[in-house]
């Protein structure tokens, strides 16, 4: 439990810190810090480095992100209506397509973030808080502090989605405790709503 606290601290500081820093690029300091999590969570937990995804790991995973590909299609449509700066927010979160080569973020996203961010808050910090305060609790504390780190983006729409997002992946894993199958989700999920087909409100005021 001390090693998931330890990291959270972390996360909470890098992730502080790739949002507002002005280093680099943000891809490239999203991939380092997450790349690290990934990293400590495999260090501290030495069991993630067994997994290998099956055919059925792949194919739930698909269906996942299907899943929640649709709950943000809706989302995007009542964020826009809802709150009076969500469609910027919105804007803005897809300006980061225009930061680097399309090529190279799905690369960091598919090779890198996503791995990276399911073996921590899933396989790290999920599993020790549900060991901790029970499947259930653990889940939702996991999804709180999911939602929590990307505060400091500044951006609301992007911390809902956050939270959205952490609660989806949150659930399939306390029910499958399969991480392969949470890792091809992300994946599948972040290339295709951020690079192959944006939501409906991006495609029209963030053109590429």
Not at 4 to 31: D, E, H, K, P
Not at 158 to 163: F, S
């Amino acid at each position: 439990m001390t090693d998931a606290l330890a990291g959270y601290a972390a996360a909470l500081f890098g992730i502080g810190w790739a949002f507002r820093s002005r280093w680099v690029n943000f891809w490239a300091r999203m991939t380092l810090v997450t790349g690290g999590l990934g990293l400590y969570a495999l260090a501290v937990r030495p069991k993630l480095r067994q997994i290998r995804p099956t055919g059925r790991d792949v194919l739930v995973g698909a269906l996942s992100a299907a899943g929640l590909y649709v709950v943000f299609q809706i989302g995007d449509r009542v964020t826009r209506q809802v709150l009076p700066r969500g469609a910027s927010e919105i804007e803005s979160i897809y300006a980061l397509r225009r930061s680097a080569p399309r090529w190279l973020i799905a690369l960091l996203l598919s090779s890198v973030i996503a791995p990276g961010e399911e073996l921590f808050w899933r396989g790290l910090l999920q599993a020790s808080l549900g060991e901790r305060l029970g499947t259930r609790r653990g889940t939702l504390v996991t999804s709180a502090c999911y939602a929590a780190v990307h505060v400091a983006s500044g951006n609301l729409t992007l911390t809902g989605a956050a939270a959205t997002a952490g609660v989806f992946w949150g659930v399939q894993y306390a029910l499958l405790r399969r991480l392969a199958s949470n890792i091809v989700s992300h994946i599948l999920w972040d290339v295709w709503i951020f690079l192959i087909a944006p939501t409906p409100g991006a495609r029209r005021d963030s053109p590429s």
